[in-house]
């Protein structure tokens, strides 16, 4: 049983920088990815970038590549996502998810525990 809270959302100009948090929480014995996505309207839920708790791998988006950085910190149960250069397209509401695989899945189907999402908006 892990539950996921993110934080951080809220608005930005163009080019500017904003951090995400995803806290975890419950008791588990298992490696898992976490995987953030994000969501605009009128577009489906679309993958961001994936990080795997154990070892920090990552892997990202093209859109977002060179742009956003996912990490961990396991003394504190938290994945960030380091959102940099930000452009208009990246407004949505953004999620983070936990997957049981090790796969850094892209597809939200892959995801079983999903947090409440946090608002991002990027306007002049």
């Known amino acids: 049983q892990v539950q996921v809270a993110e934080s951080g959302g809220g608005l930005v100009q163009p080019g500017g920088s904003l951090n995400l948090s995803c806290v975890a929480s419950?008791?588990?014995?298992?490696?898992?990815?976490i995987g953030w996505f994000r969501q605009a309207p009128g577009k489906e839920r679309e993958f961001v970038a994936a990080?795997?708790?154990?070892?920090?791998?990552?892997r990202y988006a093209e859109a977002v590549e060179g742009r956003f950085t996912a990490s961990r910190d396991n003394a504190n149960n938290a994945v960030y996502l380091h959102m940099n250069s930000l452009q208009l397209l990246d407004t949505a509401v953004y999620y983070c998810?936990?997957?049981?695989?090790?796969?850094?899945?892209?597809?939200?189907?892959?995801?079983?525990?999903w947090g409440q999402g946090t608002q991002v908006t990027v306007s002049s």
């Open positions: 990080i795997s708790w154990n070892t920090g791998g990552t």
């Open positions: 998810a936990i997957s049981q695989s090790l796969m850094r899945s892209s597809q939200p189907h892959d995801y079983t525990s």
């Open positions: 419950g008791r588990s014995f298992r490696t898992y990815t």
